[in-house]
């Protein structure tokens, strides 16, 4: 999978001496120039319209006009919303990570020993690739639906109060963006634990490092690239998310995100500069955060 | 890890593999569901939704619309994104930081910003959007994960196998379709694989591209308001048993023989 590509191309050694030749820009250029017209071009077409003004004639229309005032409108708006996405992402990836490193260390380290235990561990966990995540976080959204079977046994066991619901909580949506990243999660952790020379912790053991302090002064360094990949493959498209904050899913009006209201606003309500507007500074935020993990975290090469 | 800690990684790993699966059974089981309006009450077993997979009104054009940009967009991603990946490995030029940083980005790009932006620009120049509007958007955002998956393989590949077809008098292009190709070959499969399963299971950036056009997933997320037919929940236990028979094939003969080999070494 290109997830575990993620982490091993950063060490991927690269044996081959690099010639010049005019072949690589007849390799590069078709591929570089779609994403430049279909990938660099629509961001600009998003700064342009994120600047527009309503068309004075037209109802409806937007015409070109230099109002950077829409950034503040839209954050004075939809500030609770971004927190929120923000906020949840970053939950969403803790409890990502708390349970896929376990899992990946599991499959990577543990099931060694059998491989075809591993294989079909492996399997299960990219299985949830294969079939729709609408789909499934609809299966959660039955699942804890006030008439469903989760519902009525934390009811019957007094956790939870005869006329509460899960769904449309903050509880839910973060359930679901945790549920539907653990594979984004676990597959690269478990790239770096599978290629973990074993030898390298019974070392730790030899010099009378406790399993714990190999654990962290071996085991733990040797799967941060996988952990890196892991956590911005999970918090990145969980911040963006629209499908677990929405209301027809596990969310609510109250536990709605940036994506629901970049959707909103482009799709339902027309105001396509407050949708240019939100989706620039979601991604703003993005590379800012992910530049700042990234060089924290010492590897600068991702790709 | 001893004692106790030895069976709290089994014990906490087997309750994750199995929550994970929750959904996926679920899905599954309520493709068998006796159900009429909504699928959302168990109300006995029938293969009714199996046999007649097109009779919820729009689910199998959806399916096969889906099917069609998954599969123009895979052959045009994986054409591109493996150019590309072939010159990042073999070839020295100028703008080779900004290049990879212009295929990290899509990676990098939240989807609601990629569809916004797209759907923004087909505005702006006035395109209809729909199926082909589609097919330009996956393609896009397929292409990075292509580049990541063959750049490994082409990084891995022995140049002294191409040197020696060129040695024994084979053109360039001699060397490229019967020595290099074949070798990146399972790469480019994984590639293909990996794009399709990501254009399939595509919502979000759909989503703002699709105009009135429906895909699979985008069917799902309308029907979510007034409930999901049991046929959408065939259509996608179909796939999935479909796709998990063959990753078990290949999982295993790739383990069985890693033992052998283990076995003969």
């Known amino acids: 999978m290109a997830f575990g590509a993620f982490a091993t191309a950063t060490t991927a050694a690269e044996p081959v001496a690099r010639r010049k030749s005019p072949i690589a820009l007849l390799l590069l250029l078709p591929g570089l120039l779609y994403l430049g017209l279909f990938f660099l071009v629509p961001l600009f077409s998003l700064v342009i319209t994120s600047l527009q003004q309503p068309d004075p004639v037209l109802f409806g229309q937007f015409e070109n006009a230099f109002r950077w005032e829409n950034y503040v409108t839209v954050l004075e708006q939809y500030w609770p919303q971004t927190i929120r996405a923000f906020g949840f992402a970053a939950l969403a990836t803790l409890f990502a990570l708390l349970i896929g490193f376990p899992l990946a260390y599991f499959v990577g380290i543990t099931l060694r020993r059998w491989p075809l235990l591993q294989a079909l561990a492996l399997v299960l966990v990219i299985a949830p690739f294969f079939i729709s995540f609408l789909l499934r976080t609809i299966a959660w959204k039955q699942l804890f639906s006030d008439e469903g079977p989760i519902v009525g046994f934390l009811q019957a066991l007094a956790i939870l109060p005869g006329d509460a619901a899960i769904t449309g909580s903050a509880f839910a949506v973060v359930f679901g963006l945790t549920y539907n990243f653990i594979p984004f999660m676990t597959l690269p952790i478990y790239t770096s634990l599978e290629r973990l020379d074993l030898r390298y912790v019974e070392a730790g053991g030899d010099l009378y490092a406790s399993p714990r302090s190999t654990f962290f002064r071996v085991t733990l360094p040797l799967a941060a690239p996988g952990i890196m990949s892991g956590t911005l493959l999970t918090f990145i498209p969980a911040a963006g998310d629209y499908v677990n904050a929405s209301r027809e899913f596990l969310g609510s009006t109250d536990t709605a995100m940036i994506g629901n209201v970049i959707e909103a606003n482009f799709l339902v309500l027309q105001n396509f500069p407050a949708a240019a507007a939100l989706s620039l500074v979601l991604m703003a935020a993005i590379l800012i955060l992910v530049s700042a993990y990234v060089k924290r975290s010492g590897t600068e090469d991702l790709l | ?265």
């Open chain 2, 1 to 265: 890890m001893r004692g106790f800690g030895k069976y709290a990684i089994w014990i906490y790993s087997i309750m994750a593999l199995v929550f994970l699966m929750v959904p996926i059974v679920y899905t599954i089981v309520f493709s068998f569901n006796d159900s009429r309006r909504t699928n959302i009450v168990w109300r006995g077993f029938t293969l009714d939704n199996w046999l007649n997979v097109c009779d919820a009104q729009g689910v199998c054009e959806a399916f096969g619309n889906s099917i069609l940009i998954g599969v123009v967009a895979t052959v045009l991603a994986t054409t591109l994104g493996t150019m590309i990946a072939i010159a990042l490995v073999r070839y020295r030029f100028r703008f080779r930081s900004a290049t990879t940083l212009l295929l990290f980005l899509p990676m990098a790009t939240p989807e609601v910003v990629l569809g916004a932006g797209l759907a923004a620009q087909f505005l702006q120049a006035g395109v209809g959007k729909g199926i082909g509007t589609i097919i330009l958007a996956h393609t896009m955002f397929c292409i990075s994960f292509v580049v990541v998956t063959v750049r490994a393989r082409v990084a891995s590949l022995d140049p002294a196998l191409e040197e020696a077809g060129r040695d024994l008098y084979a053109s360039p292009r001699e060397v490229f379709w019967r020595i290099t190709f074949p070798l990146l070959l399972p790469g480019i499969i994984a590639a293909a694989l990996l794009s399709f399963a990501l254009s399939f299971d595509d919502f979000i950036i759909t989503n703002f591209n699709r105009g009135a056009d429906v895909t699979f997933p985008s069917y799902i997320y309308t029907a979510a308001a007034r409930g999901i037919p049991a046929e959408a929940n065939v259509i996608a236990s179909g796939v999935f048993l479909l796709a998990i028979a063959l990753v078990l094939i290949s999982q295993f003969s790739a383990a069985a023989r890693r033992r052998k080999l283990a076995k003969t070494s």
